[in-house]
């Protein structure tokens, strides 16, 4: 895992994991999936009709909620599970019939799946032993990787003595010394603490980077996907919903099904327009883009709050019912009217409102989205 070897160098070298390589190589990793279908039994239906391309390179998230497939599609593409139809592409060659040792495809479950009788070193090396690697050769490869994760001060312990966090970089470490073309994450944080998480999560970000390899993350925590993705595909019922960037999924999902898992609570049905001008049940409000979708989506961060009654458009009298102080930032709960919206405000600098004042409710005609149920 030296960082000086040039992306040449390391598609010219023999391969650590003895994959078919075929047109393979660090740089032509990209996934294509076309028609995808999982059945469990005669009602569980899986994964239906999945179509889904992964460039070269990239930290792809497959974000979703329990059961909606992101699973399934993982275990797929490890080979761990057959697709009762459809195709499946690494890097213009299809392994779609490929057993999973002859994929240059490693993964890292949530589980760590190490062998806690045997030492680190002898964890890493096992990929390598068991493709044949001679034993010096296996050495440094070892050595290597344990430089590269940081885990040089931890090879001769055993796997048993370590801490979960040092066993989740163990468990990465396996995966990458083989060097495969995709690595596949499947939860890998998720039986971690908050503190360490977070650490891992910037960790891991940094690791793929620096090698340029493509990693398929699976998790169903909205804020891990935004903070560690390239592209995000959200899944639900075995369909992707949205494929994007995390600040496109985030900021214009393309249904109430993706906006309240990204966490979104201000959804309002749409029950009249006129040109720009939206009738809502928090009254009415003037939108940049008039899209034709049925629900409007306002998000927290784009609401301001003026203290009174402050009159003009978008500008919406409301009483503060539940403020949350959260440091760098406050949340609210208001009541307008009947109906209540929920505002996040920067505490920088600000007056914050008490709960029962009244304000004004504040809004940008370019921060309003509508979308589709």
Request: hydrophobic share 45%.
């Given at each position: 895992m030296n960082e000086t070897i040039t992306a040449d160098a390391a598609a010219a070298r023999p391969r650590a994991d003895g994959a078919e390589q075929g047109a393979t190589s660090r740089q032509a990793s990209a996934i294509e999936m076309q028609g995808l279908h999982k059945r469990f039994g005669r009602d569980t239906v899986a994964l239906d009709g999945v179509d889904l391309t992964i460039e070269a390179g990239e930290f792809f998230t497959l974000l979703g909620p329990s059961?909606?497939?992101?699973?399934?599609?993982?275990?797929?593409?490890?080979?761990?599970?057959?697709?009762?139809?459809?195709?499946?592409?690494?890097?213009?060659?299809?392994?779609?019939?490929?057993?999973?040792?002859?994929?240059?495809?490693?993964?890292?479950?949530?589980?760590?799946?190490?062998f806690p009788h045997l030492s680190v070193r002898e964890n890493l090396a096992f990929g390598l032993k068991m493709r044949g690697m001679?034993?010096?050769?296996?050495?440094?490869?070892?050595?290597?990787?344990?430089?590269?994760?940081?885990?040089?001060?931890?090879?001769?312990?055993?796997?048993?003595?370590?801490?979960?966090?040092?066993?989740?970089?163990?468990?990465?470490?396996?995966?990458?010394?083989?060097?495969?073309?995709?690595?596949?994450?499947?939860?890998?944080?998720?039986?971690?603490?908050?503190?360490?998480?977070?650490?891992?999560?910037?960790?891991?970000?940094?690791?793929?980077?620096?090698?340029?390899?493509?990693?398929?993350?699976?998790?169903?925590?909205?804020?891990?996907?935004?903070?560690?993705?390239?592209r995000i595909a959200v899944l639900n019922g075995g369909v992707i919903q949205q494929v994007g960037p995390p600040r496109a999924v985030y900021e214009h999902p393309v249904n109430a099904f993706v906006a309240r898992f990204m966490g979104h609570d201000n959804l309002y049905s749409v029950t009249g327009r006129q040109g720009s001008r939206l009738a809502t049940a928090l009254g009415e409000l003037i939108i940049a883009e008039a899209g034709e979708g049925e629900l409007l989506l306002i998000r927290p961060e784009t609401l301001d709050l003026l203290p009174g009654e402050v009159a003009g458009n978008n500008h919406l009298p409301a009483v503060v019912a539940e403020r949350l102080y959260r440091g760098s930032h406050a949340e609210y709960r208001l009541e307008v009217g009947d109906t209540t919206l929920q505002a996040t405000l920067n505490n920088r600098g600000r007056h914050l409102p008490e709960v029962g004042d009244r304000v004004t409710v504040t809004v940008a005609p370019h921060d309003l989205v509508t979308l589709s149920e």
């Open positions: 059961g909606c497939g992101k699973t399934t599609l993982l275990r797929i593409l490890a080979g761990l599970e057959d697709a009762d139809d459809g195709r499946l592409a690494i890097g213009g060659r299809d392994i779609t019939e490929v057993p999973p040792h002859r994929r240059s495809v490693n993964t890292v479950f949530q589980s760590y799946a190490l001679a034993a010096a050769g296996r050495h440094a490869k070892v050595d290597e990787i344990a430089d590269f994760i940081k885990l040089g001060d931890l090879v001769d312990r055993r796997v048993d003595q370590l801490s979960g966090g040092q066993r989740q970089r163990i468990a990465l470490a396996r995966a990458l010394v083989c060097e495969p073309d995709v690595l596949l994450l499947d939860e890998p944080l998720s039986a971690l603490d908050a503190g360490l998480r977070s650490q891992l999560q910037v960790e891991l970000l940094r690791v793929q980077k620096r090698l340029g390899m493509t990693f398929v993350f699976v998790t169903h925590d909205q804020q891990e996907a935004m903070v560690m993705s390239d």
